[in-house]
């Protein structure tokens, strides 16, 4: 993996920010700080060691540029990935690009059983997040157990390392963002550990921790647990 020292971030662009020049061969891709889709494809870009390849665009949500949709993405969503003439969106599907078509370390081994476990993975990760996220206005103890349980099985597959398919992947980098916001905020708002019992989930999460590439993509917590409470405690 390449390592880079620490990346001197640039501050998100609102609607008084101007358009950077479109299309001029520079692969740019359109994030948000605290946006756990964004934050899989920032961790994808770091891992691979592009950080002078592609260059980030972080808007604020809240005070969008009116020339994003108008001009860079009409489905004004992010994440987005500006390359070779065309704008890609979708946060899966760019872990997915990215590794195809940029240089760096692998993401995805050449395995096929680990393979198919990978599109196993992928297909139930809304399902996960679904669940942990209905859990929030119940009892998540009982209700988002289950979604944890799944990992911790999910984790003891493979034996050659502590992540998904053994060695660190594009199913890693498609669940930490959601894990990472999950154990914050049921630990702070509901007392609630996710990996109390669960010694595969609680490896999974420090071997992470140790990847710069990562790390440096991490929420702030007290950020994330004040907007999760106006979100789903607030109302109730």
Not at 166 to 185: C, H, K, L, M, T
Request: aromatic share 14%; charged share 30%.
């Amino acid at each position: 993996m390449a390592t880079t020292a620490q990346e001197n971030l640039p501050p998100p662009l609102d609607s008084k920010a101007e358009l950077p020049p479109l299309f001029d061969g520079t692969p740019r891709l359109y994030m948000s700080y605290s946006c756990p889709f964004a934050q899989r494809a920032w961790i994808t870009r770091n891992y691979k060691g592009l950080q002078d390849k592609i260059k980030l665009v972080p808007l604020n949500l809240q005070d969008r540029p009116a020339w994003y949709k108008e001009k860079v993405y009409p489905v004004n969503k992010i994440p987005a990935l500006e390359h070779n003439g065309k704008v890609i969106g979708e946060s899966l599907d760019l872990i997915k690009y990215v590794d195809s078509n940029f240089e760096g370390p692998s993401l995805l081994p050449d395995d096929p059983e680990k393979r198919k476990f990978a599109d196993e993975l992928f297909s139930h990760i809304d399902t996960f997040t679904n669940d942990v996220y209905t859990s929030f206005k119940g009892d998540p103890a009982k209700q988002a157990g289950p979604a944890f349980d799944y990992l911790e099985k999910a984790l003891d597959k493979f034996d050659d390392g502590p992540f998904f398919l053994g060695q660190f992947s594009q199913v890693d980098i498609a669940y930490i963002p959601f894990v990472e916001r999950f154990q914050i905020f049921l630990s702070e708002e509901f007392k609630y550990d996710i990996t109390a019992g669960r010694p595969k989930l609680a490896a999974w999460i420090e071997e992470l921790n140790k990847l710069d590439a990562y790390k440096s993509t991490k929420a702030d917590p007290k950020e994330l647990v004040e907007f999760y409470r106006s979100r789903f405690v607030a109302k109730q």
